[in-house]
């Protein structure tokens, strides 16, 4: 996919961002934090891994329900300093 388009994306940004701040993050505090519909976070959070933006590790909790963890990859700390640039320019 076509870098800009990826992450011209809405809430792209917001979801780095949060990751950045965060370390790493289960799939349910992502969707609390940023106030996301569950099948859109779904469907950027499994773009931004296979594009190699996050890493998603599978985890288990204490009920034995797998969790699904993301955390940002080099490639996504520098993608971040694309919208830094972008709030300068503005």
């Given amino acids: 996919?076509?870098?800009l388009k990826?992450?011209?994306?809405r809430n792209v940004d917001?979801?780095?961002?949060v990751l950045s701040e965060?370390?790493?993050?289960?799939?349910g505090q992502i969707k609390t934090e940023i106030e996301i519909n569950q099948s859109n976070l779904?469907?950027?959070?499994?773009e931004l891994v296979e594009n190699?933006?996050?890493?998603?590790?599978i985890?288990?909790?204490?009920?034995?329900?797998s969790k699904s963890y993301f955390k940002l990859t080099e490639k996504g700390k520098r993608a971040l300093k694309i919208?830094?640039?972008?709030?300068?320019?503005k």
Avoid at 6 to 9: D, E, I, W
Avoid at 42 to 46: A, K
Avoid at 52 to 57: A, D, F, I, V
């Fill in 1 to 3: 996919m076509d870098v």
């Fill in 6 to 9: 990826l992450l011209s994306k």
């Fill in 22 to 27: 965060n370390d790493e993050m289960y799939f």
């Fill in 42 to 46: 779904s469907q950027l959070l499994t």
């Fill in 52 to 57: 190699g933006y996050l890493e998603k590790r």
């Fill in 83 to 89: 919208y830094e640039i972008a709030e300068e320019l």
């Fill in 14 to 17: 917001r979801i780095l961002k």
């Fill in 59 to 65: 985890g288990e909790s204490q009920t034995n329900i």
